[in-house]
Every structure is written in structure tokens, then in C-alpha cells.
């Protein structure tokens, strides 16, 4: 069974910046377009950002727009997440789990989801 291991997160200074790691192990998600997701306590799990198949185009919502890039790298089944200048507001778990839909913001969209990297950045 494929799985999704987040990885990289900790603590962080409000300013500083954070690279998230994502390995399909057991299998690859070469033919999904890749979520990351955040979920802060007690909020609902959102979208941050996703990459296509090919890894050549990406979305960012709002909110970390500016400050986030998203990449892939498809020999290793690897995804990457950094973030720069971060606030106590990118405090979260950070999930990222495979889609084959369009509709990139609706989380049942999404399968094998992992445990998750919990990211607290502190002011």
C-alpha cells in the first residue's frame, strides 16, 4: 500500500523560513497532481498549494502567496514544500496527499492522506 510521509517540521521563528518534505512510499504518485495542506487547532484542513503531474506548474492560495514554492521530484517520489518569512499564522500540521480533480480545495478530492508535520512558528 503507498503511503505519504511528511516530514521537516519543528519549530520556527517568526521570519524564518521551513522546507517540508513528502515521500510516497511503497508505490509512486507520478500520475496524481500533488496537495499540501495545512490544519491549524481546532480549524479545518486547508488548501496551501499543488503541483501538476509534471511539476512544471503550481497553485498557491492567498494566503502564502509570495512566500511559497511547491516542487517535485518524480525519481524520488519526492515533494517539497518551502515557505519563506513565515508567521504564527503558518502554525499547523502540514499534510500533502495526491488528486486527480480539478476542484484542488476540496480535501475528499484527496487520498493517502499521511500522519502529517506539525510546524509552529513562534513570534
Known amino acids: 500500500q503507498v503511503q505519504l510521509i511528511e516530514s521537516g517540521g519543528g519549530l520556527v521563528q517568526a521570519g524564518g523560513s521551513l522546507r517540508l518534505s513528502c515521500v510516497a512510499s511503497?508505490?509512486?504518485?507520478?500520475?496524481?497532481?500533488m496537495g499540501w495542506f495545512r490544519q491549524a487547532p481546532g480549524k479545518e484542513r486547508v488548501l496551501v498549494g499543488t503541483i501538476n503531474i509534471s511539476g512544471t506548474g503550481s497553485y498557491y492560495t492567498d494566503s502564502v502567496k509570495g512566500r511559497i514554492t511547491i516542487s517535485r521530484d518524480t525519481s524520488k517520489n519526492q515533494f517539497t514544500l518551502q515557505l519563506t518569512s513565515a508567521t504564527p499564522e503558518d502554525t499547523a500540521v502540514y499534510y500533502c496527499?495526491?488528486?486527480?480533480?480539478?476542484?484542488?480545495?476540496?480535501?475528499?478530492?484527496?487520498?493517502?492522506w499521511g500522519q502529517g508535520t506539525q510546524v509552529t512558528v513562534s513570534s
Open positions: 496527499a495526491p488528486t486527480n480533480s480539478y476542484d484542488y480545495y476540496d480535501v475528499r478530492e484527496y487520498g493517502s
Open positions: 511503497g508505490g509512486t504518485f507520478s500520475s496524481y497532481d
